[in-house]
Structure formats: C-alpha cells, structure tokens
C-alpha cells in the first residue's frame, strides 16, 4: 500500500511538473502582432465624442483562418466600440505570434 501510495505522489508531480511548463504570456513575444495591431488603428478618425485621452481594453480571439475577432471592448463609447470591432474583426494577421484558438488582452489608448 505504501508503495501504491508512492507511486501515486510521483505520477502527481510528474504531471504538474509537465503542465507547469512556462507559458508563452510575455508581451515581447507579441511585438509583431501588437505593431500590425496598431499600423490597422493608428488610422482612426477624429471622435468628436472624446473629452479626454481613452484607454480600451480590446480582447481578440484567433479564429482557424488565423483572422481576428474582437470578443469584447470595455468602452462604452458606441463609437469607439464600432470604430475598433469594424478596424479588426476578421482582418487576418501576417504576423504568426499567435496561433488559432488563442487569445490576446491588449490596451488601446484613443487621445483627443
């Protein structure tokens, strides 16, 4: 039984130790992604509705043909919303920093 129980606790940690692995969550890793990001907003028009600078947080998901959607923005200007949801969804990435099925949180900042 002891053995058993030996056994046991090493499987456990072997397993842990194996999908404790580093994961890739490092905002350097996404360098190419994040510029292809901004080269599609950067272009953004003059919001006639922004009293000051705006941070957005925007969370993307990657589909299969390695497109975007935009899952969520945390604005709640409608036409910060429209503006980011129409730049990004389903326009497809160059950049391979993410794979399909993966997401990435990023900020935004619009300045007046």
Do not use: C, Q, W
């Amino acid at each position: 039984m002891r053995k058993l129980f030996l056994s046991a606790v090493a499987t456990l940690f072997l397993t842990t130790a194996f999908a404790a692995e580093k994961s890739s969550n490092n905002p350097e890793d996404y360098n190419k992604t994040y510029k292809e990001i901004t080269k599609m907003l950067n272009a953004y028009p003059a919001f006639s509705g922004l009293e000051g600078d705006v941070l957005v947080k925007v969370r993307i998901a990657i589909n299969e043909h390695h497109e975007m959607v935009v899952m969520s923005t945390n604005t709640t200007n409608e036409e910060l919303n429209y503006y980011i949801k129409n730049t990004l969804n389903y326009k497809k990435l160059t950049a391979n920093d993410l794979e399909a099925g993966n997401g990435l949180v990023f900020l935004v900042k619009f300045t007046k």
